[in-house]
């Protein structure tokens, strides 16, 4: 959404919801679907990797959590872009290419934005 309003040229300062923003973008699907099919392959080339960005991208790493509402992690978008219901099942799809593919294959067909 940051590159998007960057493009459209529109201040931090301007009270738009994100829908606005798309809907002035006018291109809400192709994008959106292009961002997720993108996530989705970078996590799965990052979780089979098992290396420190295995470790961040699970939440694994010991500290505090900063204060205020939590973010949204790209894990729990994508669960939501690809419909599977748990982290485990994203995970076990994760450590097998071909369902990794297939699922984002489905989800960039008939997943939502």
């Given at each position: 959404m940051w590159i998007l309003r960057r493009m459209l040229r529109i201040s931090w300062t301007e009270?738009?919801?994100n829908e606005t923003?798309?809907?002035e973008a006018n291109s809400r699907t192709s994008i959106v679907k292009t961002i997720r099919k993108r996530q989705a392959t970078f996590l799965g080339h990052v979780m089979?990797?098992?290396k420190l960005e295995h470790l961040i991208t699970t939440g694994k790493l010991d500290g505090k959590r900063g204060r205020g509402k939590?973010?949204?992690k790209m894990?729990?978008?994508l669960k939501r872009w690809l419909g599977?219901?748990?982290s485990t099942e994203t995970m076990?799809?994760?450590g097998h290419r071909e369902l990794w593919r297939n699922m984002i294959a489905d989800a960039s067909k008939h997943g939502t934005g």
């Amino acid at each position: 959404m940051w590159i998007l309003r960057r493009m459209l040229r529109i201040s931090w300062t301007e009270k738009k919801s994100n829908e606005t923003v798309l809907i002035e973008a006018n291109s809400r699907t192709s994008i959106v679907k292009t961002i997720r099919k993108r996530q989705a392959t970078f996590l799965g080339h990052v979780m089979r990797r098992e290396k420190l960005e295995h470790l961040i991208t699970t939440g694994k790493l010991d500290g505090k959590r900063g204060r205020g509402k939590q973010r949204e992690k790209m894990m729990d978008g994508l669960k939501r872009w690809l419909g599977s219901g748990s982290s485990t099942e994203t995970m076990t799809a994760i450590g097998h290419r071909e369902l990794w593919r297939n699922m984002i294959a489905d989800a960039s067909k008939h997943g939502t934005g």
